[in-house]
């Protein structure tokens, strides 16, 4: 048989996708014609998808770009958010781990609120002040397009509502746990008012739309609402505060006595 030789075609697209940090690159996508062999023993070529290229070496000198393509170092204020946006959706992605395993209800649900920060990423890339124009039809069509859907903000009140209704009510402040889902979920509670306070500024230069910003706020809600709603679910307690007692001084030194002398025995 004819040895076989594989024949390849570079196609160069210009594909704008959110890198882990936050960034913007040029993606290469190579067109690959793969041999096969029929039921006549002839040779047929078939186009594939090799893959994408995941490095590009644009963002080495701590510079990268948003989406209309403007450069700006990682460290500004549009890479912070996207970061910590980005860094929200991957404790998602742990958190709906854990809580496929226990067969938890919201699973799907954190799967879409993650293509929806995904979304959020996209607005957070394109500055509105970069995309106006003097047309006032063109203005209008743009700040469509980088308007945020409010309609996202209610589907979370709702989730938030059918849970809370589910939970005893809260009438003490509660630590951190309740088992692994639930500790996982209050760790993205606090990535997601991380997120929060970096969009405060973009939002408040009115370069990223307020609904933004208001849909982030309701989402810490959500993950605190259903942090309390898996550990109920898996029957753990929750851990409620109470004020620490101040110990008497003599009962103190009487204690660092102890540890001491514990030392020196075992030493």
Known sequence: ????????????????????????????????????????????????????????????????????????????????????????????????????????????????????????????????????SDDPEREARVLKRLSFNPRHITELEQWIDRYDSRLPPLTNFILPGGGQVSAALHVARTVCRRAEREIVPLVTEELVDDQVLSYVNRLSDYLFTIARYAAFLEGKKETIYIQPKIRASGKIKDKVQENQEILQSDG
């Open 1 to 132: 048989m004819a040895q076989l030789h594989r024949r390849t075609m570079s196609l160069r697209t210009f594909l704008p996708l959110m890198k882990l940090g936050g960034g913007v690159w040029e993606q290469t996508v190579t067109k690959t014609a793969i041999p096969e062999i029929n039921r006549n023993s002839n040779i047929i070529w078939k186009p594939s998808c090799r893959g994408m290229k995941i490095y590009t070496r644009t963002g080495d000198k701590g510079v990268t770009s948003l989406f209309t393509g403007e450069r700006l170092p990682k460290n500004t204020q549009f890479f912070n958010a996207l970061g910590t946006t980005d860094e929200l959706s991957s404790h998602l992605g742990l958190v709906k781990a854990y809580a496929e395993e226990k067969r938890h209800e919201y699973v799907d649900q954190l799967e879409r609120i993650q293509c929806i920060l995904q979304d959020i990423s996209s607005l957070l890339a394109t500055p509105r002040n970069q995309e106006i």
